[in-house]
């Protein structure tokens, strides 16, 4: 079981790396706009690679960032992928940071900018999540040195020992929850937001392809389109995310172009403004400790709420001008 549970961390704590760096590396060429002056290097350093001279192919892209300084950002990036590349025996997951996050540092206007960034968001997520699996190994190899000498708990600590087995493959689900989110996220940014209200759901697409889905909470009075100003209604119809505040007292948060032309004329018609500030954002500042339990129920004036982590997921993907379907 102490081998199995050993492989269990090497197995999942970088499985994802290989679904990223294979189009990456491989494919590189049409991947990345090479410097044509540094092709022919970036080619052997590539070559080594794919052979699995890992170390042979850094020295190689040192080279390359020696001689051709404006190259820089992409040895950075690609560096960063050798280091954490899951069939590297020398892989090393803090130098593999220290490379994302110098490229983000030396390079802030670099085409490989937003792509390290979500590298340093995943590698982070996934040594917390070894980690934590980690510790529930140790303690289960404790357990079972205790079974042997404490007869007269052994019922106890077996029932111990499952309900820690049963939270190893909790954290083994959300890695591999986690390792579709680094597949998902690569396809961003998403081209539409679609939110359904009956179902207090919101999807985010890019090329009709869901790339993610988070629960919502709505208005207050949440059936039926806004009308008015006032009426706590969330609106229904089509829009487009128009600006943005990072300074939000919801902790961040996405404006919706609502009224529309159509929003315009029912109010007109009923004699009554049609009301505005209709956004997408996170829990009130000073109440994030609620995190999910927020979706219980109903509480905004007519806006779409989230967690605060997953605004700040969303505003990444979500750029300015992006469609947003709001449906009953």
């Known amino acids: 079981m102490g081998k199995k549970q050993s492989r269990i961390g090497e197995h999942l704590n970088l499985f994802f790396v290989l679904i990223i760096i294979a189009p990456i590396l491989i494919f590189g060429c049409s991947h990345f706009n090479e410097r044509s002056q540094a092709r022919s290097t970036f080619k052997e350093a590539n070559d080594l690679f794919t052979q699995g001279s890992y170390e042979a192919s850094l020295s190689k892209y040192q080279q390359v960032i020696e001689k051709y300084p404006t190259a820089g950002d992409r040895v950075l990036f690609e560096m960063g992928i050798i280091y954490a ?15 994302f996050q110098k490229l983000i540092k030396d390079y802030p206007e670099s085409g490989y900018r937003k792509d390290s960034e979500i590298m340093i968001f995943q590698i982070n997520n996934v040594i917390f999540k070894d980690k934590t699996i980690g510790t529930k190994q140790t303690q289960i190899e404790t357990l079972r040195q205790e079974v042997k000498s404490r007869g007269n708990e052994i019922a106890t600590l077996q029932k111990m020992i499952e309900e820690l087995k049963q939270e190893v493959n909790s954290k083994e689900n959300e890695i591999i929850t986690l390792q579709k989110e680094v597949v998902a996220l690569q396809r961003g940014p998403a081209d539409k937001i679609l ?34 100003q006032g009426d706590n209604k969330t609106p229904e119809g089509t829009y487009i995310i128009d600006s943005r505040n990072r300074d939000s007292r919801y902790h961040l948060s996405l404006h919706i172009s609502y009224p529309n032309e159509k929003d315009k004329k029912r109010a007109k018609e009923l004699g009554v403004s049609p009301g505005g500030d209709i956004m997408i954002h996170g829990i009130k500042n000073g109440f994030s400790w609620a995190g999910n339990f927020h979706t219980e129920v109903d509480w905004t004036k007519g806006c779409i709420a989230v967690t605060d982590e997953e605004i700040e997921e969303i505003e990444k993907l979500v750029p300015n001008g992006t469609i947003v379907e709001i449906t009953p």
Not at 85 to 94: I, L, V, W
């Open 85 to 99: 590349y899951t069939g590297n025996e020398q892989k090393d997951y803090q130098k593999s940071l220290e490379c």
């Open 195 to 228: 939110i359904e209200k009956k179902e207090r759901r919101l999807t985010l697409l890019s090329k009709d392809k869901a790339l993610k889905t988070y629960n919502i909470a709505l208005g207050g009075n949440p059936n039926g389109p806004k009308e008015r």
